[in-house]
């Protein structure tokens, strides 16, 4: 099981929802360019490579870094921040 933080910054509508709820989802599943909500940055890009990678995945990779987490449901979750 895996906790992750998500808190790249959209800058939709002008940054209006910065790092929204349910934001990681078009970039996981590979739909950035059908998520206006994603904006316009130009690292979008890298960061949907390494969203989907990592999170879809149960090995994280290096643009993610591990990260201390409390127990969750009875079990202890590995944390992954994706910046």
């Known amino acids: 099981m895996f906790l992750y933080l998500f808190t790249w910054q959209s800058d939709f509508m002008g940054g209006l929802f910065k790092a929204s709820h349910a934001l990681e ?3 996981v599943f ?3 360019a059908g998520a ?3 904006g316009e940055r130009p690292d979008r890009g890298v960061l949907r490579e390494h ?3 990592d999170l ?3 090995s994280p990779g290096p643009a993610t870094r591990i990260m201390p987490a409390s127990r ?3 079990r202890t979750p590995k944390s992954v921040a994706i910046p």
């Open 72 to 74: 969750v449901g009875g």
């Open 30 to 32: 590979d739909n950035v």
């Open 25 to 27: 989802i078009p970039f």
């Open 36 to 38: 206006p909500i994603t």
């Open 56 to 58: 879809a995945s149960s």
């Open 51 to 53: 969203a989907e990678r």
